[in-house]
């Protein structure tokens, strides 16, 4: 887990409402893109940790028998459920667990699948747990935003999201040190997922870059719906002083730009994949 700090219940709190909307998507195309990395034929299971209100497990189930998105979250596992109806998702299911729970009597999947959340959990104890629970051959997988976009080709057509002056105005509120449920972020969160995955028995590592580039059109309700999504600035945080907080922040959205439009370019995904051996049971 993250240096000193200690996971609670209050991490998102608040934020599920605000989740979907408030954050970019993935890349076009990721869904059928691991489909095709992994060799996804419909059979199996999926299980994704972490999962939030189910944008990943949601986009992924048509290729499985059967999906399972976990989240100790109970909001973000209703917003979850919601959305599948809609959606035509009829083969998942959710658990309110944490990773650190697993296996959870869940049974054995075929791919594991952690978006933006293996860095929220004990790492080296969970990549052991999930190594236990893939069949031979089944696939470990990290999602995450590339981190180190391509230079943008030409300037969007609109201001960006101040996201500077957002950071500055959390931090006025909430202190200097990135907020964490209870808790606080003095390291942030940590990285080098392969040397995780490799001490756990992981191999036949593989990374995968899914572009996009689009450029979408937000306005200042979807940035401050991304602002709230967020651990560190969910709505719990700010207490009594929330309306305080959004009012500022509007005022800082029209300031950058008067018609509160905004333009962002999506992120290309990182996809990265580890596999179980075939001879280990």
Request: charged content about 25%; aromatic content about 8%; glycine content about 8%.
């Amino acid at each position: 887990m993250p240096d000193g700090w200690q996971w609670d219940s209050t991490l998102f709190q608040g934020s599920a409402a605000y989740y979907e909307r408030g954050r970019l998507p993935y890349a076009p195309g990721f869904a059928e893109t691991l489909a095709t990395v992994l060799g996804l034929d419909g059979r199996g299971r999926l299980l994704d940790v972490g999962c939030g209100p189910g944008i990943v497990t949601l986009a992924l189930a048509r290729f499985f028998t059967e999906a399972v998105g976990i989240d100790p979250d109970e909001d973000m596992l209703a917003e979850a459920e919601r959305q599948a109806e809609p959606r035509g998702v009829t083969n998942a299911r959710w658990v309110a667990a944490r990773a650190e729970d697993l296996p959870a009597g869940l049974g054995e999947f075929r791919v594991v699948v952690f978006a933006q959340s293996f860095h929220w959990t004990d790492r080296d104890r969970v990549a052991a747990t999930v190594l236990k629970m893939l069949e031979p051959g089944g696939a470990f997988v990290h999602m995450s935003d590339l981190k180190e976009p391509p230079a943008e080709p030409a300037p969007p057509p609109l201001p960006a999201p101040p996201y500077a002056q957002i950071s500055d105005l959390v931090r006025r509120y909430l202190g200097p040190v990135r907020r964490a449920g209870q808790g606080t972020l003095v390291n942030g969160t940590p990285n080098r997922e392969d040397l995780v995955l490799a001490r756990a028995g992981f191999e036949n590592f593989e990374r995968h870059v899914v572009p996009a580039g689009e450029v979408v059109n937000r306005t200042a309700d979807d940035i401050v719906a991304w602002v709230f999504s967020r651990s560190d600035s969910a709505p719990h945080l700010f207490g009594d002083r929330l309306e305080d907080f959004e009012r500022d922040l509007r005022a800082a959205l029209r300031q950058a730009s008067p018609g509160n439009r905004f333009a962002e370019r999506l992120p290309a995904t990182e996809i990265m994949t580890w596999r179980k051996p075939r001879g280990e049971r």
